[in-house]
């Protein structure tokens, strides 16, 4: 999607992991890498820098950085929530309001790999936000976009089980049935975030996977 001497962003597909993880599976840190070594003919170990993570179904908008320099400031950023994250969602149930902030305390469990959504704070829980609004009403299915003011664990897909929809495909939050791919409707849309060294206001936008459904909500 983008490419200078100080970043990379990718247009995920669902399924890649971006980091290494438990599976042994080729992540797509190290894909680049090898994309990076090749087109520049460099020799030796590549830097790269992941600045941040989208849970393997998941798909969309992932920045990786080039320098030590900009993994630094880009990380600041991410955590100090000088980004803003739009993602779109695909839901079988359409939530009562057409639009609404969600509020909940997210706590994890690691065993299972999964969180929950609780309305009351909850010893060792984190306080998550985010709003969401309907898009468009498909035949069967509904597109939310959100806006995420905090990055939980695995929040969009707990928050919206919460209230009663779950994402297209996501068995691990209540779904009726799994993607035949393994991937869930959730889709990291759009990021604005401040270039690292030139300082500049940034926007990508990445096209969600080519299937039915998504191509339904373009």
Known sequence: MFEDNHLLVVNKRPGDIVQGDKTGDAPLSEVVKEYIAE???KPGAVFLGVVH???RPTSGIVVFARTSKALTRLNKMFQE???EKIYWAVVKKTPSKVEDTLIHFMKRNTKQNK????????LDSKRAVLHYSLLKKLDNYSLLEIKLETGRHHQ???QLTAIGSPIKGDLKYGADRSNKDGSIHLHAKKLTFIHPVLKEKMTLEARPPKDPVWNSCI
């Open 39 to 41: 087109k520049y003919n």
């Open 53 to 55: 993570r989208l849970d």
């Open 81 to 83: 929530r000088e980004t």
């Open 115 to 122: 969180s929950y959504a609780h309305i009351k704070e909850v």
């Open 156 to 158: 969009i897909r707990s």
